[in-house]
Every structure is written in structure tokens, then in C-alpha cells.
């Protein structure tokens, strides 16, 4: 049984760039949310799709953007990257889309912005 | 919104004995609370939660207790092993922030289990 998928692994980008990073839930999963983690710290939400449509946004700019495909299959954009964008990127699948359901997260997207 | 603290940042123990993180959260309303395990260059895994109707919930050598007046809970581990060595975080969450809907975690753990 697969779990969360992430792609790619890594990623190097510079300044003023922009990227797409990509998840794949588990199987039967509708609900994906988006989190990044810096260095030293725990993971700070981003986005909540469920069925395709956002149910959560945290506070972060208008550069991140992100959007659900009809296989649940999720994708989080980042335009005019910052030195500060430079993280670890999580994607967390779950059920459905209260918070009380077991989130269960992939293995992340390290971007490295120069 | 929802703030988690967390401490201590590290805690060092030996072979053996416990272990204990403790979280304090500031939105009484928040009702979900999991603790999540990540190792060196690995995704967070869920170790154990609880919901606020209880007020301790026990897994093996893991338990978490929960102190919803004082806004508080707090992780356990007894007769810690090497392979216990990770960051724990420890999360909360309000489902009725509907602006929200997500866990916020708080700062993390070191836990070094010295042989």
C-alpha cells in the first residue's frame, strides 16, 4: 500500500524563479494540505484542498498558490521565490478534511532557493 | 489563531528512563492533539494523539495526557531506547477555525537516548 508521494526530492532554484512541486495521496484519501518547514522548526501550514476545492489557507503571500486534481492529486506553485522560500515542503494527505483525521505526510520536497 | 509552545528543545536522557515534552496552546476551543515523530531526513510520523474527551490515552511505552483548564498536554515515553532519538512535535487543532482548518505545530523536540 503506497503511502504519500512527493516529487521531485530536491530542488535548487534561484532568486525571482518559480516552482511546482507535486503529491500524490494515498489511495481513497481526498483531502491534501500543504506545509512548510524550516530548518529547526515544526511545519507551518500553507493550504487545505478537499475535493478539489481550498478549505484552509495559512498565512503566506500571494506568491504560493496551489490547486486539486480530480485524482486527489495535488499541486503547490511559488512564484518570485525568495531566499526565504528555501525549505522543506510537505504535502499530508488525509480522509476527509476536518483536522481530527489522521494527516499523514510524505517524505517532502527540499528546495533550496539561491 | 492557534499558538503551540513547546519544551524543551532538546532533552538528553539515558538508556532507560523516561521522558517527558510538554505543549501549552492558546485557543481553548482547539480539540485534536497529535504527537508526531521525525527522524533525521524523514517525513513526521503520527505516534500518538488524543481528542479532548479524554484526558490520557496510553500506546506501549508512548502515552499522552491532556490538561484541557490549563491549556496544556504533555508526551511520554518510558524505558526510552536509541531508536526513540528523533525531533517530536507536538501539534493542535480547532476545527471550527474555519479559516484554518489545519494543525499548528509546535517547535519541536530533540531527544537524544544515550546507550
Known amino acids: 500500500d503506497a503511502g504519500v508521494t512527493q516529487s521531485p526530492t530536491h530542488l535548487i532554484k534561484t532568486r525571482g524563479q518559480h516552482v511546482t512541486l507535486r503529491c500524490s495521496p494515498i489511495s481513497g484519501h481526498k483531502s491534501v494540505s500543504w506545509y512548510q518547514q524550516v530548518l529547526g522548526q515544526g511545519p507551518q501550514f500553507i493550504f487545505q484542498?478537499?475535493?478539489?476545492?481550498?478549505?484552509g489557507r495559512g498565512n503566506f503571500p500571494d506568491r504560493f498558490s496551489a490547486r486539486q486534481f480530480p485524482n486527489y492529486s495535488s499541486e503547490l506553485n511559488v512564484n518570485a521565490l525568495l531566499l526565504g522560500d528555501s525549505a522543506l515542503y510537505l504535502c499530508?494527505?488525509?480522509?476527509?478534511?476536518?483536522?481530527?483525521?489522521?494527516?499523514?505526510f510524505g517524505p517532502g520536497t527540499r528546495l533550496l532557493v539561491l | 489563531g492557534e499558538n503551540v509552545e513547546q519544551h524543551p528543545s532538546t532533552l538528553s536522557v539515558q538508556e532507560g528512563d523516561s521522558a517527558v515534552i510538554k505543549c501549552t496552546y492558546s485557543?481553548?476551543?482547539?480539540?485534536?492533539f497529535p504527537w508526531y515523530k521525525q527522524e533525521l531526513g524523514k517525513r513526521p510520523q503520527l505516534i500518538i494523539d488524543i481528542r479532548s474527551n479524554v484526558g490520557e490515552k496510553k500506546d506501549q511505552r508512548i502515552a499522552v495526557t491532556l490538561n484541557k483548564t490549563a491549556k496544556h498536554f504533555s508526551l511520554h515515553i518510558t524505558e526510552t531506547q536509541p531508536e526513540d532519538s528523533a525531533v517530536y512535535f507536538c501539534?493542535?487543532?480547532?476545527?471550527?477555525?474555519?479559516?484554518?482548518?489545519?494543525?499548528?505545530f509546535g517547535s519541536g523536540t530533540r531527544l537524544q537516548v544515550q546507550p
Open positions: 501539534a493542535a487543532s480547532n476545527p471550527k477555525d474555519t479559516g484554518r482548518r489545519a494543525l499548528t
Open positions: 485557543d481553548s476551543a482547539s480539540n485534536y
Open positions: 499530508a494527505s488525509s480522509l476527509g478534511w476536518v483536522p481530527e483525521e489522521t494527516q499523514y
Open positions: 484542498y478537499y475535493e478539489k476545492e481550498e478549505r
